[in-house]
């Protein structure tokens, strides 16, 4: 690895081998965010909508059949950039243990490759954190980025950026810029933090499924995300995708090791305004505040 300094980066009991395989609930949440992200994609691809409009979704969510939350997605294009937003809402006896209020904004350029990436981690024991994630693709490198806000400690690490990459929050835009038929059998690397993964997409026909906007015929697009190449499998998803345009995600199954949640749509609306991304500080002491 290159110019690790400091601490190891990202090192979390809860974001260890298999999703959900953490001490707390923490992994449930990085696999929702994960799995939930990649069905981002059909919505983006909306040629109705224009180049500077773009779509806010809403999901509730479910583990097992306990209600644990919710969900919002938006995008918005400008131009030849996308910007790409997510922000979780957690309620109920969940929320109640582990309390997590997270966000998570990105740049994407206007040929599909990710530039910069902003995560505000906000979480109980006073795990709060900023991270930036920026990639310089003609040097073919990935620079990370994190401020504790508790201690107010900084590190860095520079890793290589392989061509084609996508983060969990990228995804979308790299699958909607390719017809359904495509995605079946398609291989995308994935930095995720530091670690370095791959999803394997499949495609498995459409049927008419019940969403809280009502029935719809939908794609059926399986996932799944691989640690370290053949050696570990990471998790699964299971995701449909409404067939009519404009195409976004209607319904998520994601395995976890210790059950599943499924989230339903329950709205979606246009927006203009791209999500706020907080820019790389030059000036750290000023990042502090």
Do not use: C
Not at 197 to 203: F, H, M, P, S
Not at 215 to 222: G, K
Not at 229 to 257: C, D, H
Request: glycine fraction near 10%; aromatic fraction near 8%.
């Amino acid at each position: 690895m290159i110019g690790f300094t400091q601490k190891k980066w990202y090192s979390s009991k809860s974001s260890r081998g298999a999703p959900g395989g953490g001490r707390h609930p923490r992994g449930a949440f990085r696999w929702w965010h994960v799995a939930l992200i990649v069905l981002l994609a059909g919505a983006a691809g909306s040629p109705a909508r224009g180049d500077s409009t773009g779509v806010r979704l809403t999901f509730k969510v479910r583990f097992r059949a306990i209600p644990v939350g919710g969900s919002t997605y938006t995008w918005v294009r400008r131009g030849d950039a996308v910007v790409v937003a997510k922000e979780l809402s957690p309620s109920g006896p969940l929320a109640k243990l582990y309390r997590v209020d997270d966000r998570f904004v990105a740049r994407i350029d206007g040929h599909g490759r990710p530039t910069l990436l902003y995560e505000r981690i906000d979480e109980p024991k006073g795990r709060r954190q900023d991270r930036w994630t920026t990639v310089d693709w003609q040097r073919g490198l990935a620079t990370l980025m994190r401020h504790d806000l508790r201690t107010g400690e900084w590190d860095s690490r520079v890793i290589p950026a392989k061509q084609g990459l996508q983060w969990p929050l990228t995804l979308p835009y790299w699958i909607l810029q390719r017809p359904v038929a495509e995605l079946d059998g398609a291989r995308i690397p994935l930095l995720d933090g530091d670690k370095e993964k791959e999803v394997r997409l499949e495609v498995k026909g459409h049927k008419r499924v019940r969403t809280g906007l009502g029935r719809v015929e939908a794609d059926r697009v399986e996932g799944a995300v691989w640690y370290r190449s053949e050696r570990q499998r990471y998790g699964g998803f299971t995701a449909w995708i409404r067939r009519a345009a404009p195409r976004i995600p209607v319904r998520l199954t994601t395995k976890l090791r210790f059950g599943s949640l499924s989230e339903t749509v329950t709205g979606e609306e246009g927006v203009a305004t791209p999500p706020d991304l907080p820019p790389v500080p030059v000036d750290r002491s000023a990042a502090e505040n």
